[in-house]
DNA sequence: TGTACATCAGTGAACGCGCGTTCACTGATGTAC
DNA sequence: TGTACATCAGTGAACGCGCGTTCACTGATGTAC
């Protein structure tokens, strides 16, 4: 990163940086690739030299987002280990904390309209991601009764949207929308709810 | 609506319609004030006789989205009455059917970047729909022995993320993202299990 | 019913702007000998 | 260690574009008499 007079050492990651900032400052409309090299000290000609173009940018920001979410999801499956309770209900978590550590990240992922299938790569992560929280669910289907058992995916997807929507509307600063609770809080009763309803929890606990 | 020559006749509701359309069809950024113009047969110039500029244009078609999502809420509310339940998870499926029938009006008011404080109207609009959600849980709590009863303002941002949550990632052409489930049986199921982990429904209906 | 005129709702040309992208270039770096 | 040279990673000027917005204008509409 040090700057060594005429060549920058590092301008890729650079420029990723730079986005992810202008992403989660200004949203994803906010940025722009002028801008993004302007903060990196560099013409916007050079951008260049290392992406394909404006799209190719958002798309690695996107990427290294996805990579840092799957590594997240999977240590916290792991830490909840060898319960199947604990494992889920700490990927819900990390899926929150996430979005709280990585808004830049957040946005370029899920609101920058870059699709998932661009590249191999790019999927790979996602999905690698997604799995994770497939297999928490899955995991925790086997302790409720087959006959009253709904599909892990179906699971899955339930705690995937409530958590996104907590994201959306009340950890983000949302325009005009005052969070009535602290969102951790919000998607961890949230959650605790849902999980008594699949008769995972104990009712009255 | 009927083109009478020069003038256009109702060229603010034309243009409101247009910006919709594009919202739609491009996305919140895709939208252009230039583009609503020509879509509406008319010069770029001519909109301002009608609104300050963009921004005013987007804030009015959310503002009519309001105005119908509100309507929407409450004659859900309404139809599911005297039953507490029975109004709640009316409720929950007229968000979704709302966010299906007038995506354009979901994504104005949602990913568009105007702010719902932006105007006395727009803030009065929303808050009667919110108002609705809050009211029929508030109603639905009632059920619930006091001393395990969750605030009802709670348990109305759990439904309403749950809800956002599945419209933007399971029931819009989200990049990439395919649907495991129907958006509409994958809300409908997900109320169902936080209902009967807020004992509302018997566990094994 | 017919005419004069004020008001209204458009036009079309022009503006300044920042954007993404291209191109020939050049200064810095690193390697072969 | 020193020099020649290929490669690399930047520059800076230029482009065409569509944007939002302004302005003086003009044709259409509707009303008073």
Redesign the interface.
């Known amino acids: 990163m040090a700057k060594r007079g005429y060549h920058h050492g590092n301008l890729a990651q650079a420029l990723v940086d730079a986005a992810l900032k202008l992403i989660e400052v200004k949203?994803?409309?906010g940025f722009t690739l002028s801008e993004a090299a302007k903060q990196a000290g560099v013409t916007p000609a050079a951008v260049y030299r290392h992406f394909e173009g404006r799209e190719d940018l958002i798309a690695e920001a996107a990427l290294q987002g996805y990579r840092i979410f799957a590594d997240l999801m999977e240590h916290a499956y792991q830490s909840g280990q060898p319960s199947a309770l604990a494992s889920f209900e700490a990927t819900g978590r990390a899926y929150l904390a996430f979005a709280r550590r990585h808004p830049g990240h957040y946005v370029a992922m899920?609101?920058s309209?870059?699709?998932?299938?661009?590249t191999p790569e790019l999927?790979m992560e996602?999905r690698r991601a997604f799995e994770v929280l497939e297999k928490a669910a899955s995991a925790l289907s086997e302790h409720i009764p087959p006959e009253?058992r709904?599909?892990p995916?179906?699971v899955s997807?339930?705690i995937?949207?409530?958590?996104?929507?907590?994201v959306?509307?009340?950890a983000r600063g949302s325009?005009?929308?005052k969070a009535?609770?602290p969102p951790e809080d919000?998607l961890e009763?949230?959650i605790?709810?849902?999980?008594?309803?699949?008769?995972l929890i104990p009712?009255?606990s």
């Open positions: 949203g994803p409309t899920f609101e309209g870059i699709s998932v299938n661009r999927a996602s009253k709904p599909p995916q179906m997807s339930h995937w949207a409530m958590s996104h929507g907590v959306e509307l009340f325009p005009g929308t009535p609770f919000l009763s949230g605790g709810v849902y999980l008594r309803g699949l008769g009712p009255d």
